[in-house]
């Protein structure tokens, strides 16, 4: 188990298609969490599981997005009727939640979305 | 909910120099973490040092440690001894208490070690 998988890496879609990014966390973590970033900015939240609950959802997070944990291993994040503002960085992040003042998050590198 | 403000944009130092990165929080929990973050240009978010809100100590994680003033409400990383390698962007951020748990990350600054 090597960290945190995100794929694809780079998506490039055309407005109004819809999108689905893939993450795989740490096996042993039972918190899974959804970031996005923009250019010049810090992460900023938008969702997260422990196990296969859904515990909170940000604002940012609009009818348009669904994000999913089947079974509280991997995540799927889909974007319906894509924007231009959507465009971003989408990082994913797990950790164990007793653990994570000690190992903190762990991040994948990420799926960077264009919207053209 | 939680703020993190990071008031350097960017900062040049000289290899081998100690550098204090800015972080000030505002949180209402009355029990909270704070991280510190290195994104290099690769993009990936690595975790670098957590201090608990009930922490007596200051976290120090090789050179790496955070000079924790809780009346001051801030929380500042200290690089000592810095290497080409720092050279990357740094984040704060903080985690609130039970149901306040997701990371609130400021928005950063960009460290530059010049050789």
């Known amino acids: 188990d090597t960290g945190v998988s995100q794929n694809p890496r780079h998506k490039i879609t055309k407005r109004g298609q819809n999108v689905t990014f893939r993450c795989d966390p740490i096996?042993?973590?039972?918190?899974l969490y959804w970031y996005r970033q923009t250019l010049g900015q810090g992460p900023e939240f938008l969702t997260y599981?422990?196990?296969?609950?859904?515990?909170?959802k940000s604002r940012l997070l609009s009818d348009r997005f669904s994000a999913e944990r089947p079974k509280g291993s991997f995540s799927t994040l889909e974007i319906q009727r894509t924007e231009q503002g959507d465009s971003a960085m989408y990082l994913c992040a797990s950790s164990f939640r007793e653990l994570q003042g000690t190992y903190g998050y762990t991040f994948g590198s990420g799926t960077r979305l264009t919207v053209v | 909910a939680q703020k993190i403000t990071q008031t350097q944009p960017g900062m040049f130092v000289q290899e081998k120099e100690a550098v204090t990165l800015d972080c000030t929080y505002d949180t209402s929990d009355p029990s909270y973490g704070l991280f510190w973050y290195k994104q290099p240009s690769s993009g990936e978010m690595i975790f670098l040092i957590y201090q608990g809100s009930y922490d007596q100590q200051n976290a120090t994680e090789g050179r790496y440690s955070l000079n924790f003033q809780k009346a001051r409400k801030s929380a500042n990383l200290v690089i000592s001894a810095s290497q080409l390698g720092d050279s990357a962007m740094y984040f704060c951020a903080s985690q609130g208490d039970f149901g306040n748990e997701k990371l609130t990350f400021g928005t950063g600054t960009r460290l530059t070690i010049i050789p």
């Open positions: 599981f422990q196990n296969e609950a859904q515990l909170e």
């Open positions: 096996s042993e973590h039972n918190r």
